[in-house]
């Protein structure tokens, strides 16, 4: 393979989403990998999701109308993150638990997770992205569902540090 062949696969790869390509022939063998920092170069945050998220609340909060439990039950929330950690999407995607349907959960309630494990994956894009966390601790809460939509910087799980 000549080095203007080389050339342009690489700008090819780099216009593209492919992650990695590799080629191999007779007695040569190359492999052209984007950076991970090139594959979410697009996303954009969106600042409308939180108002969404405090609208179902709202909505579930409307019917009920004693509701003296609800409200002692955000300072309540609010005095827990003073030792918790809190894993937040990186960017907008979709929200997975599990690395395969048929896999187990990557954690849970109660998992003991390690500073670069990863806890979910994000799916943007046609691409998967692993979320790692940022702390050694252990998962005191998942906030999202799995398979759900998550926007950039949305609390993913609290994590009581070790």
Do not use: H, W
């Not at 080629?23 to 991970?36: A, N, P, R």
């Not at 609390?155 to 540090?161: G, I, N, S």
């Amino acid at each position: 393979m000549e080095y203007k062949q080389i050339q342009e696969l690489i700008k090819t790869i780099n216009k593209s989403n492919i992650g990695e390509l590799s080629i191999e022939e007779k007695d040569f063998k190359i492999t052209i990998k984007q950076k991970k920092e090139n594959v979410q170069t697009f996303v954009n945050p969106q600042p409308y999701p939180q108002p969404s998220l405090q609208a179902p609340a709202s909505v579930t909060s409307l019917p009920n109308t004693p509701t003296p439990a609800s409200t002692p039950a955000a300072p309540a929330a609010s005095s827990q993150p003073d030792n918790l950690v809190t894993i937040k999407s990186p960017m907008i995607g979709t929200f997975y638990r599990r690395a395969s349907p048929d896999k187990p959960l990557l954690a849970e309630v109660g998992t003991e997770v390690k500073n670069g494990q990863t806890v979910c994956i994000i799916e943007a894009m046609k691409l998967f992205n692993d979320i790692e966390s940022e702390v050694n601790g252990t998962i005191v809460k998942v906030l999202v569902d799995d398979a759900s939509p998550v926007e950039y910087d949305q609390p993913l799980f609290l994590v009581e540090p070790n």
